[in-house]
C-alpha cells in the first residue's frame, strides 16, 4: 500500500487557515480620509466610496490619508497609531453573527475619547464614519471588512 505524504508547508498552511475560519477572524480595512472645502477633487484611490461620500457629507476635496488591513479576532483590540503622538486609534472585533462583523471603534487624542462607536459591517459593504476635525478639514473613516 502507497503512502502519500504531505509536506510540512501545506500542513501548515491547512492548519492555519482552518484556525483563522474556526475562530471567525475579520480582515478589516480602514481608510482615513481628509475631507475638506479647499480644493476640488477626490483621490483616486478612493473611487469606489465617492458616491457615498458626496451623498453623506457635502466637501469638494476628499483626500486618503492612511490605508490600514487588520486581521481582527473577536474581542482582539488592535492599536492603530497617529501621525503624531498621543493620537490612535482602538478597533475591537465585538462579534460576528451570521453575516454581520460588529465593531468597536474609539479614536483617543491625548488621553481623552473623542469618538466611540459600534458598528456593524456586511461583507464587502463600506461604513463611513464621520470622525475628528483636522485644521480646516475634518476625517472621515471608512471602514469594510471581508469574512
Do not use: C, W
Request: charged share 20%.
Amino acid at each position: 500500500m502507497k503512502r502519500i505524504a504531505f509536506p510540512p508547508a501545506l500542513v501548515f498552511i491547512l492548519v492555519l487557515f482552518s484556525a483563522s475560519a474556526a475562530f471567525g477572524q475579520v480582515q478589516t480595512r480602514i481608510r482615513a480620509i481628509e475631507a475638506s472645502n479647499v480644493g476640488l477633487g477626490i483621490d483616486p484611490s478612493l473611487r469606489d466610496v465617492h458616491r457615498e461620500l458626496g451623498s453623506l457629507f457635502s466637501f469638494t476635496s476628499y483626500r486618503l490619508l492612511r490605508d490600514e488591513t487588520l486581521n481582527l479576532l473577536p474581542n482582539q483590540t488592535v492599536l492603530i497609531q497617529g501621525h503624531h503622538p498621543g493620537r490612535f486609534m482602538e478597533v475591537t472585533l465585538v462579534g460576528i453573527r451570521r453575516n454581520v462583523a460588529t465593531l468597536r471603534i474609539r479614536v483617543i487624542r491625548e488621553r481623552v475619547v473623542i469618538l466611540d462607536t459600534a458598528v456593524r459591517l456586511f461583507p464587502g459593504r463600506t461604513v463611513l464614519i464621520g470622525g475628528p476635525r483636522r485644521g480646516e478639514a475634518v476625517v472621515i473613516f471608512a471602514v469594510s471588512a471581508r469574512f
